[in-house]
């Protein structure tokens, strides 16, 4: 077989059911481009490394032993990954036809993008509104999580429908090539669920990267889906992630009474949400 031009990573914790539907849209797809298909799987026990060695001989496995979180799970495919460009995917979707073509051409033809995405798209038909964000700062933040209003966060002020430049597209599709995660250290693994796909995206802007939504193709995304196998609550990790993400990249931004004031709100709402 030659060389991949696209390595594809799946992240697997007892989503069975869930992975081999995501394979079955990739084997439908397989002319679209040379790639293989990774998967890391973080400790499964429901059958899910039976069924890849029996239906799917032909992806490749990272038997990573436990649940090592997002970060460290897709990190541990680094290892055996060959293409030049590297596809994050979620196990909990459903790749449509003529999404890795469009997405794949569209980053060969553009070296200064770092990083694309597709339209997401819920089970319900409606946006899956991570797929493009901005970064969390302080006023971002305010106004998504205690004045009630994300569309500053959430690019509601941009049609979800038009090709554009964004600051932040989310885990679950998030195509890349392997040298610009190799020149920014890919996934920081201080996260462990959530975030990790922002500050990612933070790394590569770093570096004078542009980065994509792009809407003209899509894959279903059954949110919420792999994080109910978890044997933790995901908003716990998911708002300790909001201080890991301030203090690496922000806290020198802005003045000291402000950063605590912020590392006081996280923590309330922790604390909100925890109650």
Not at 117 to 139: E, H, M, N, S, Y
Not at 147 to 172: C, F, R, T
Request: aromatic share 10%.
């Amino acid at each position: 077989m030659n060389k991949p031009e696209l390595s594809i990573i799946i992240l697997n914790h007892n989503t069975k059911d869930l992975l081999e539907d995501c394979i079955k849209s990739l084997e439908k797809v397989k002319n679209e481009a040379n790639f293989e298909v990774i998967v890391s799987d973080n400790g499964s026990c429901d059958g899910s490394l039976e069924m890849l060695a029996k239906d799917f001989a032909w992806v490749g496995i990272v038997e990573n032993g436990a649940n090592l979180g997002f970060a460290k799970g897709n990190n541990a495919a680094r290892k055996l990954a060959k293409g030049e460009y590297i596809l994050f995917l979620n196990s909990d979707t459903i790749v449509n036809p003529g999404t890795i073509l469009e997405t794949l051409g569209y980053l060969k033809k553009n070296k200064d993008v770092g990083a694309i995405t597709c339209k997401i798209v819920l089970p319900d038909g409606q946006l899956d509104k991570d797929a493009r964000r901005r970064f969390p700062t302080p006023w971002v933040s305010l106004n998504r999580l205690f004045l009630g209003s994300g569309k500053m966060y959430w690019y509601g002020d941009i049609s979800p429908n038009i090709v554009h430049d964004v600051e932040v597209i989310q885990g679950a599709f998030f195509m890349t090539r392997k040298g610009t995660l190799d020149e920014v250290g890919w996934f920081d693994e201080d996260y462990y669920l959530d975030g990790e796909d922002i500050d990612l995206c933070w790394k590569i802007r770093q570096k004078g990267y542009r980065i994509i939504y792009y809407p003209k193709v899509s894959i279903m995304h059954l949110k919420k889906a792999t994080k109910k196998k978890l044997k933790v609550k995901a908003r716990g990790p998911g708002v300790d992630s909001m201080e890991i993400f301030y203090r690496k990249r922000l806290w020198g931004k802005y003045p000291l009474a402000l950063n605590l004031l912020v590392v006081f709100g996280i923590r309330l709402l922790k604390l909100l949400r925890t109650l």
